[in-house]
């Protein structure tokens, strides 16, 4: 089988269900900024040697696979004519509060903030902190896309508390790695 179908050569995609769409719609931009952070933790783990962190990250990764695939399928093809999911895997509540248990961990071991942080550190601290944005940029585009298209809450909440976890867990790193990190202060100047 090849991998090029040269059906998107007109500038459309397929979504789940079968509609074809603009590759520069909202709903391709969600699931395009989702891939991309799937990509760029995937960067982040090559620089991590701690198992346990990148255990975290690989079912992180797993999640993001599956939250992409929902929010590539338009609402209306969520749903089965019995009521029923189409899709096997759905992010729920359980995998958003193991982030926020990931995080309450980690933050045991910080030091309180006390100023904003500059993104930075070593490689794999640097890295993180590239995730967090580029998941911030995966949330905006799916709060986007809510305003046209209804998107699942939980899929929004996974989102900005994954970020919040990148943040902690770039502290972490940090920690681990013996590197300084460097603060925002407005009177440093």
Known sequence: MKIYTK????????LYGGNRVSKASAR???YGNIDELNSFIGLAKSEITDEKVLNQ??????????LGSESATPTDKLTLA?????????????EIEELE???????????????????????????????????????????FLNESEEVRPELIK??????????????????LNEEKEEYWNPNDR
């Open 158 to 175: 996974y989102l900005n508390r994954l970020s919040d976890y990148l943040f902690v867990l770039a502290r972490y790193i940090s920690k």
């Open 28 to 30: 391709v931009e969600s």
């Open 101 to 143: 248990n990931w995080m309450d961990e980690y933050e045991t071991q910080l030091e309180p903030l006390q100023y904003f942080i500059l993104p930075g550190g070593g490689k794999s601290a640097t890295a993180l902190h590239v995730c967090r944005t580029v998941c911030r940029r995966a949330e905006r585009s799916l709060v």
């Open 7 to 14: 059906t998107g050569d007109n500038g459309t995609t397929a």
């Open 82 to 94: 019995n009521g029923k999911s189409r899709l096997t895997l759905m992010i729920s509540e359980t």
């Open 57 to 66: 990250l690989k079912k992180i990764q797993f999640d993001l696979f599956t």
